[in-house]
């Protein structure tokens, strides 16, 4: 399962998988974002982003591309 994530701008531009709290950067590139678009091609929905300022930490997803994101919340 995914969750979105709105950046301080309130701009969602990256997911979260929930089973290991990735960050998942919306980039063509990352085979963690190919694959988190496959599952929602498969009628899966993520969960809402929260709103800007709530607190999230997550880890960097796997490095299958250089594009990865490492965001640590306050």
Not at 34 to 45: D, P, S
Not at 47 to 58: F, H, I, S, Y
């Amino acid at each position: 399962m995914y969750k979105l994530f709105k950046n301080s701008f309130g701009v969602e531009n990256m997911v979260i998988r929930l089973s290991d709290g990735a960050c998942i950067p919306f980039d063509p590139d990352n085979t963690d974002y190919q694959e988190y678009l496959k599952w929602v091609e498969e009628g899966n929905t993520p969960l809402p982003a929260e709103e800007v300022g709530a607190g999230w930490n997550c880890v960097p997803a796997r490095e299958h591309s250089p594009k990865h994101v490492d965001l640590q919340a306050d």
